[in-house]
């Protein structure tokens, strides 16, 4: 055995998951986030689910050896389904998010999502990115964008057929999100990374100080930077051991910067 052998990490996390980091502001686990033991270990009542699931679309069309390949980015995985337990199954009053309360789902459109995360009212919103990755080279379009889905979960029938989860006055800004991709610069980290600014203005949008937000396809962990630099608290899942890590860092590096801006 050679000694890269001997120290390899298992490709596939335990069940159950590992718990990589655990503080007062964040939570992240290496893990499986169909896992119906990572699941139930979400706390109830829950803040926001802001996520980004893989696209059912291998993402290496126009590089190649830039970056491993993404998990589960074959299609082959049902993602409305698996955040419908994320949320709470129909029948559930109290697990899972909170009644009307947000999410945000990248790469779907609002009719992919709404009948399985109970939305009783949603949105499209476009992450316009500047400037253009690669995508398919035999097309003249390059992707510069990304659909968001924004919708309000409601857990009773009743109050979605009722129009329960309309939108609150404070969300009314425009749909087109104009940040730049930052893969784009030369500190490339994840293929499908994205910008913290993007992620803080979605969580400031729909969320309070203190407020959990949940991200189970947590890549990088750009989402849980932006929750803690936020005051909110996060809950990582990641696959990917390699990914996992990283959003440890990136995590634990923004709160050392939240603990030096409360204590300023
Ligand atoms: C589109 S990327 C997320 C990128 C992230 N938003 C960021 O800024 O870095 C999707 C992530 O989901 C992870 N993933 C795929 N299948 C998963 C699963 N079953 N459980 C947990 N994570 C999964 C992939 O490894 C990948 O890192």
Redesign the pocket.
């Given at each position: 055995m050679t000694i890269a052998e001997a120290v390899a990490v298992p490709a596939s996390p335990p069940p159950g998951g590992e718990i990589l980091h655990a503080s007062n502001r964040a939570t992240i686990i290496w893990?499986?986030?169909?896992?119906p033991q990572i699941i139930a270990s979400v706390p109830d009542g829950y803040g926001l689910l802001c996520?980004?699931?893989?696209?059912g679309v291998r993402?290496n069309s126009g590089r190649s050896g830039t970056f491993t390949e993404?998990?589960?980015?074959d299609g082959s995985?049902d993602w409305p389904a698996?955040l419908a337990e994320w949320v709470g199954p129909e029948g559930t009053r109290t697990r899972g998010l909170k009644d009307k309360r947000h999410v945000y789902v990248?790469?779907y459109r609002p009719d992919q999502l709404a009948g399985a995360l109970r939305l009783g009212g949603s949105t499209e919103l476009i992450w316009d990115k500047v400037s253009f990755g690669t995508g398919d080279l035999s097309r003249p379009w390059g992707p510069q964008h990304e659909p968001i889905t924004f919708g309000v979960h409601v857990k009773r029938k009743a109050g979605r057929a009722g129009g329960d989860g309309r939108l609150a006055a404070r969300l009314r800004q425009g749909s087109i999100l104009r940040y730049q991709r930052?893969n784009a610069g030369s500190a490339v980290?994840?293929?499908?990374?994205?910008p913290v600014p993007l992620?803080q203005d979605l969580i400031e949008s729909s969320t309070v100080r203190g407020d959990l937000v949940v991200?189970?396809?947590?890549?990088?962990?750009?989402?849980g930077v932006a929750a803690v630099l936020e005051g909110r608290h996060c809950f990582l899942?990641?696959?990917?051991r390699q990914?996992a890590e990283?959003?440890v860092q990136r995590v634990q590096a923004a709160e050392r910067l939240a603990a030096q801006i409360e204590a300023a």
């Amino acid at each position: 055995m050679t000694i890269a052998e001997a120290v390899a990490v298992p490709a596939s996390p335990p069940p159950g998951g590992e718990i990589l980091h655990a503080s007062n502001r964040a939570t992240i686990i290496w893990g499986d986030s169909r896992d119906p033991q990572i699941i139930a270990s979400v706390p109830d009542g829950y803040g926001l689910l802001c996520t980004d699931p893989p696209y059912g679309v291998r993402h290496n069309s126009g590089r190649s050896g830039t970056f491993t390949e993404i998990a589960g980015d074959d299609g082959s995985v049902d993602w409305p389904a698996v955040l419908a337990e994320w949320v709470g199954p129909e029948g559930t009053r109290t697990r899972g998010l909170k009644d009307k309360r947000h999410v945000y789902v990248f790469g779907y459109r609002p009719d992919q999502l709404a009948g399985a995360l109970r939305l009783g009212g949603s949105t499209e919103l476009i992450w316009d990115k500047v400037s253009f990755g690669t995508g398919d080279l035999s097309r003249p379009w390059g992707p510069q964008h990304e659909p968001i889905t924004f919708g309000v979960h409601v857990k009773r029938k009743a109050g979605r057929a009722g129009g329960d989860g309309r939108l609150a006055a404070r969300l009314r800004q425009g749909s087109i999100l104009r940040y730049q991709r930052p893969n784009a610069g030369s500190a490339v980290r994840h293929s499908n990374e994205k910008p913290v600014p993007l992620m803080q203005d979605l969580i400031e949008s729909s969320t309070v100080r203190g407020d959990l937000v949940v991200d189970p396809c947590a890549g990088s962990g750009s989402t849980g930077v932006a929750a803690v630099l936020e005051g909110r608290h996060c809950f990582l899942v990641e696959v990917d051991r390699q990914h996992a890590e990283l959003a440890v860092q990136r995590v634990q590096a923004a709160e050392r910067l939240a603990a030096q801006i409360e204590a300023a």
